[in-house]
């Protein structure tokens, strides 16, 4: 089965760091990118940053960019978000999504996680 | 504010055929597909819509997207109560190479 499982969520302090995880099964991990979609409680869906399959390109939001980053590590078959200088508006579900063409970047996400949640709270 | 613009909410009634917009610009749906994601509630989105009108396996043909110009658009027909979702739209925005996703349509089915 195809399956997409995130975790290290959890409850941090503003200016706090978070690393996520996201472990991939079920399909060749390096052959695909693979992105972090958040959703704040009660909004909507926002783009966070991507991948390429082999983690040669990355590409962030303007909200996260020089805070965050994305990597992987294809050995593992894991997706890795590393969060820092966190923020109140960075509270939100975090979902790792696969994108549905080998080796490209901007097709559609086909599979996604269950969401692990993030909440920047003193 | 969200780049691409959806209308916040729709509804129909059973049977009924509803139409989301959403518009964008020339450096996002006028240059890349357009893209739908199905989101039940308290449930993590599922891609409903590939490459503007493209239906993954499992979609039923109910759901049909289009895309013109700088727009998309999402068709769902024969409206059933299990539609009751939020909707969004998604493309790649070449101006800041990065995702720009809808700001999301709740569905009811009346």
């Known amino acids: 089965e195809v399956q997409l499982v995130e975790s290290g969520g959890g409850l941090v302090q503003p200016g706090g760091s978070l690393r996520l995880s996201c472990a991939a099964s079920?399909?060749?991990?390096?052959?695909?990118?693979l992105t972090w979609v958040r959703q704040a409680p009660g909004k909507g869906l926002e783009w966070v940053s991507s991948?390429?399959?082999?983690?040669?390109?990355?590409f962030y939001s303007r909200s996260v960019k020089g805070r965050f980053t994305i990597s992987r590590d294809n050995s593992k078959n894991t997706l890795y978000l590393q969060m820092t200088s966190l923020r109140g508006e960075d509270t939100a579900v975090y979902y790792c999504?696969?994108?549905?063409?080998?080796?490209?970047?901007?097709?559609?996400?086909?599979?996604w996680g269950q969401g692990t949640m993030v909440t920047v709270s003193s | 504010q969200s780049v691409l613009t959806q209308p916040p909410s729709a509804s129909g009634t059973p049977g009924q055929t509803v139409t989301i917009s959403c518009s964008g610009s020339?450096?996002?749906?006028?240059?890349?597909?357009g893209f739908w994601y199905q989101q039940l509630p308290r449930t993590a989105p599922k891609l409903l819509i590939y490459?503007?009108?493209q239906r993954p396996s499992g979609v039923p043909d109910r759901f049909s997207g289009s895309k013109s110009g700088t727009s998309a658009s999402l068709a769902i027909s024969g409206l059933r109560s299990e539609d009751e979702a939020d909707y969004y739209c998604?493309?790649?925005?070449?101006?800041?190479?990065?995702?720009?996703f809808g700001g999301g349509t709740k569905l009811t089915v009346l």
């Open positions: 998604a493309t790649w925005d070449d101006s800041v190479s990065g995702w720009v």
């Open positions: 020339i450096s996002n749906i006028g240059s890349n597909y």
């Open positions: 991948i390429s399959n082999n983690g040669g390109r990355t």
């Open positions: 079920g399909f060749t991990f390096s052959s695909y990118a």
């Open positions: 999504a696969k994108v549905s063409v080998t080796t490209t970047i901007n097709e559609g996400f086909d599979i």
């Open positions: 490459r503007n009108n």
